[in-house]
């Protein structure tokens, strides 16, 4: 059995013919969710990278000789939808933008990942798209305007009669970074109505108009950063509550049950082996330090992390016994981050202990939910409770949907 723990390369995952989980039957949800322009809000390393690999290599047009290889006996193989293979796909990875330093330096990190990518695009469409040639040397290019280069891309784009699906992974991961780290003014300045990273938000929405860039796909982990962006970009759907894609990322006891069956059937030594015990109490200890999150108040099935999920397993595989440390430290959320961007919001530090010292006496706290909430407003109690919601600190209870506040509690308590 072969665990792709920390690899979210789908194509790679599939050809090396590694554990994966068929995202791909929420594929015709997605294109009827409302909005052609979705973000999608989980917990920091819950597979959200993976979904963003699988849409993809499903959407891409270049792709198209290989969906029989990707995708046979997958779900999507054999209901595909009329949008397979019909787009030029363009990939952003914000992850890696700087957090530290100035506004420049942000702002010169934040182009080169765009100016990167766009790179590739440029090498991969040119036959479809000739004028994408000049494109191809941005990755050396001293060019910082992403707006301005995003801008000149699209227009190629739209000119050859071309339509482009954005993907667009951990948009709000440098600026959760600099909230948490106290840089309140650089963040101030880069989504500022003149911010380089309002004026690229900005860039697209103008395309949104001509279907130029057709679709949309973001995904997060809180809903600050596109609330401080709204005026510039206020076209997106908001679908990490829906009940039809409460087990889009994630796991189910299904699929868990699949991995640890796969496991035990390639090692029987591990089957034999009283240090790993029986099957039912592998599921047992997975359900009780990985389960517990629903994520939409209605959803009858609670989903466990995928990334703790394979850390455990793979440990299991190499070492032939548990984990010594239960929790990946790869995945502990970081405490101190949820304080400084709570802080960054005027008088919300104290609101976050009451909050907290609540939940640690009832063990469930009661709020409505709010969607949407940046850093320009104070922040209440409804906040603070999404927030932890939004970080997966709190996740709705199974009797959530029974009254009009619903019932949030602590995953895996």
């Keep these: 059995m072969k665990i792709p723990y920390a690899q979210c390369d789908f194509a790679a995952i599939r050809r090396e013919e590694a554990f994966y989980v068929d995202k791909t039957p929420f594929i015709p949800h997605l294109e009827n969710a409302g909005g052609r322009y979705l973000i999608f809000l989980r917990p920091r390393r819950f597979g959200k990278s993976t979904l963003i690999s699988t849409l993809e290599n499903y959407y891409d047009i270049a792709l198209a000789g290989e969906f029989d290889e990707l995708f046979d006996g997958l779900w999507i193989h054999e209901h595909p939808t009329p949008e397979k293979n019909k787009y030029l796909v363009l990939t952003l990875d ?8 100035t506004e420049a330096d942000i702002r010169r990190s934040f182009a080169f990942q765009i100016n990167a990518a766009l790179s590739l695009f440029a090498h ?23 707006a301005l280069v995003m801008t000149a891309v699209l227009t190629e784009i739209e000119r050859a009669g071309q339509r482009m699906y954005l993907l667009i992974d951990e948009y709000d991961h440098f600026g959760n970074r600099l909230l948490s780290d106290g840089l309140m003014d650089v ?10 990273v309002r004026s690229f938000y900005a860039s697209l929405k103008a395309f949104t108009r001509t279907s130029t860039l057709a679709r949309m796909f973001i995904t997060g982990v809180s809903p600050i950063m596109l609330d401080d962006l709204s005026s510039g970009f206020n076209i997106i759907t ?5 009940d039809a894609l409460n087990a889009l990322a994630g796991f189910t006891t299904a699929d868990v049950e699949r991995a640890v069956d796969t496991m035990l059937r390639d090692r029987p030594d591990l089957a034999a082996d009283p240090r790993i015990g029986h099957r039912q109490t592998l599921l047992e200890t997975l359900e009780q330090y990985y389960d517990g999150y629903r994520f939409s108040k209605r959803a009858a099935e609670k989903m466990y992390n995928s990334t703790l999920v394979l850390y455990f397993l793979r440990e299991v595989l190499i070492s ?10 790869n995945v502990r959320t970081d405490y101190g981050r949820l304080y400084g961007i709570a802080k960054a919001t005027s008088g919300a530090a104290a609101g976050t202990r009451e909050v907290l010292e609540e939940i640690l006496t009832k063990e469930s706290v009661t709020s409505s939910l709010v969607e949407q909430f940046g850093t320009k ?5 409804a906040q603070i409770v999404s927030l932890l919601y939004y970080m997966g600190m709190l996740t ?3 009797d959530a949907a029974t009254s009009a506040e619903p019932k949030l509690v602590i995953p895996i308590a």
């Design 94 to 101: 914000f992850s890696p933008v700087a957090s530290e330093g």
């Design 124 to 146: 991969r469409y040119e036959k479809l798209v000739p004028a994408l040639a000049p494109f191809k040397k941005l990755l050396h290019s001293p060019e910082q305007d992403a």
């Design 187 to 196: 963040y101030q300045d880069i989504v500022r109505s003149a911010g380089f």
């Design 238 to 242: 908001h679908v990490s509550q829906h």
């Design 320 to 329: 032939g016994h548990y984990p010594d440390q239960m929790l990946d430290l």
């Design 377 to 381: 407003m104070l922040f209440g109690r």
């Design 396 to 398: 709705f209870a199974e």
